[in-house]
């Protein structure tokens, strides 16, 4: 499911660097979200869906680090602690033993 985020991210990150033309970038923001779309219904079917689907909210977070990485967004100390937060829940419900 980690990896699902991350494509789905990438993905859409290719979008945007694409403004909206139909380009190498476009095209492989398709490949890469389809991509986590699969993985994301390959992990439904064998994992629990309570544990799994908040795991997917790390596509947020890495979302954040593209936004400053590669389009120079600043992150403000309320994104700081919505992160934060999410991540927490992800350690939390992620680790579940079941």
């Keep these: 499911m980690i990896f ?25 923001g398709f490949v890469l979200y389809g991509m986590g779309a ?13 544990v799994l689907h908040p795991l997917l909210s790390l596509g947020y977070v890495i979302a954040i680090f593209y936004g400053t990485l590669f389009l120079d967004e600043a992150i ?3 994104v700081s602690m919505g992160t934060l937060l999410i991540l ?10 079941d």
């Design 76 to 78: 403000t100390f309320n």
């Design 88 to 97: 927490i829940g992800v350690i939390v419900i992620g680790g579940d033993s």
């Design 38 to 50: 699969v993985l994301m219904t390959a992990a439904f079917r064998f994992g629990k869906l309570s």
């Design 4 to 28: 699902a985020a991350i494509s789905t991210a990438t993905g859409q990150l290719l979008w945007k660097l694409s403004d909206a033309i139909l380009d190498v970038h476009m095209l492989g």
